[in-house]
């Protein structure tokens, strides 16, 4: 056999073997009716370790490529020839080699076990069906007729909503824009990806919060960013660690969560966030600041947005309403220079048309109705009823063996056992006894923290959601045979 694997390649040896071979088997140099090369011959062959070519065949075989009887060798799949041998694709060789990732396994493991069990769900950030408006949109709809158009809408979204949203953000936010500067999105999410795919490059370093939600996002890996993180205290991030960076690194965009973080649930102070424009009109690196929460605000004030002291358009500003009234309107947006939301909204329109006007009308007509202000107020007083549940059940299980941060806002609270004990068994634990939360490694660097979140269960269950966690954490306390994670 010619052929030899690159070893100074950086894919590893043994996955050169099996695409060497996967590919000798389309082109017809390995034929379905005959036997591979026996895994001590093969090693010879192209002079690598036998255990190399093991580990090679039980990749193929682990795709369902080829399958290994004992006694008879390793032979091509029977199962990816169909009738009259046309090869079927192996999906997951695909699935592997595709450029957007999937999500965390964990991330994956938290969402299936809350689908498919009956958990108390304290990890979940959608808010519980009680905080939602349900009653008011059956009112709404009743009782207004939909005149508009069954066609594509502006690739902007609807010129109504934006109106709206920007009578909106200026009430509520202090942010001056026009409906011309706003792209309707299909929730946060799309706008973020969105923002990465139209505005950076493969290559490109951005800043985050450390910890962030971003940090859990495969969106950054997916568009081959370089990713660095900046610590958070409860006032934010330090905006001299963006001055260290960026002299380093050379950062192109600046990712933040002032009011109400996720996961910690902190603020950034107001001196940060003027010496965080400062910079960044200095530097000129573009913010992007999310903000899903600020008008949970427990005590009814709403700081100012850095968006809504943003003077120079160095702000690309997103939020949405799935935090605040339902996620399952898929209603956000991003507001912007124009020239920037009219490549974004080129971009939407490319993968989708435009969003869809049933939710864009319904959103419309609940944001300019008197109930949105009552739902506001209820949201903010449930909330902290929740919030002030959850740090009494902390007292009453957890007082000597956790610290925590109280927040004034928002649906998460962060916290840290005293004694650490191995994530992942921690959570199997919890989820054995009915509870689920996010381990904070999902979140940065940080380790032996916890979030929960709050806003998903009644004010009756967290409680016993609290209670049944501590039984975990006391048994991973006493039981814990692994290294601390």
Not at 207 to 223: N, Q, R
Not at 276 to 297: A, N, R
Request: net charge neutral.
């Amino acid at each position: 056999m010619e052929w030899r694997p690159d070893r100074t390649a950086k894919k590893a040896v043994y996955k050169q073997i099996a695409d060497y071979i996967e590919q000798g088997i389309s082109t017809g140099l390995f034929s379905p009716e005959s036997v591979l090369p026996s895994e001590r011959l093969l090693a010879k062959e192209i002079g690598v370790n036998r255990s190399t070519v093991v580990a090679a065949y039980d990749e193929l075989q682990s795709l369902g490529v080829v399958e290994r009887k004992k006694g008879s060798g390793t032979c091509i799949s029977t199962n990816i020839w169909g009738i009259s041998h046309k090869r079927i694709p192996n999906w997951g060789r695909y699935m592997e080699d595709g450029s957007f990732l999937p999500n965390l396994p964990l991330v994956q493991r938290i969402r299936t076990e809350n689908q498919n069990r009956h958990l108390i769900n304290l990890s979940s950030g959608e808010l519980s069906p009680s905080l939602l408006p349900s009653e008011q949109f059956k009112t709404m709809m009743a009782e207004i007729p939909f005149l508009g158009h069954l066609g594509y809408d502006h690739q902007q979204g609807n010129v109504s909503l934006r109106e709206t949203i920007a009578e909106h953000v200026k009430k509520y936010k202090n942010i001056h824009t026009s409906p011309s500067s706003i792209l309707i999105t299909s929730g946060a999410q799309q706008a973020l990806h969105l923002i990465i795919q139209c505005l950076l490059k493969s290559g490109d370093t951005i800043a985050i919060e450390d910890p962030s939600y971003c940090y859990s996002l495969p969106v950054f890996k997916s568009a081959g960013l370089n990713t660095l993180l900046l610590p958070m205290d409860r006032h934010g991030i330090n905006p001299d660690d963006v001055i260290a960076l960026h002299k380093k690194h050379r950062i192109r965009m600046l990712f933040l969560n002032p009011d109400y973080q996720n996961p910690t649930g902190a603020k950034m102070s107001m001196a940060r966030r003027k010496k965080i424009l400062e910079i960044s009109t200095e530097l000129g690196i573009p913010i992007i600041e999310d903000d899903p929460y600020s008008l949970t605000s427990f005590n009814g004030k709403v700081s100012n947005t850095l968006k809504a002291m943003d003077e120079n358009g160095n702000v690309l500003y997103i939020s949405s309403l799935s935090k605040i009234v339902a996620s399952g309107l898929r209603i956000g947006w991003v507001i912007g220079p124009k020239n920037v939301i009219e490549r974004l909204a080129d971009a939407k329109q490319q993968v989708d048309f435009g969003h869809s006007i049933f939710p864009q009308w319904a959103a419309n007509e609940f944001l300019k109705s008197s109930s949105f202000d009552e739902h506001v107020d209820m949201i903010r007083k449930e909330l902290k009823e929740r919030r002030d549940e959850i740090v009494k059940s902390f007292d009453r299980y957890l007082k000597e063996e956790v610290d925590y941060f109280i927040p004034e806002g928002g649906i998460h609270i962060w916290c840290r056992p005293k004694k650490l004990v191995n994530e992942n068994q921690l959570l199997e634990e919890s989820m054995k006894r009915g509870v689920s939360f996010v381990p904070g490694s999902v979140f940065g660097s940080q380790k032996g923290y916890i979030r929960f979140t709050f806003g998903r269960e009644e004010t009756s269950v967290i409680n016993e959601g609290i209670a049944r966690f501590a039984e975990a954490l006391r048994y991973c306390q006493q039981n814990d045979k692994s290294p601390a994670t």
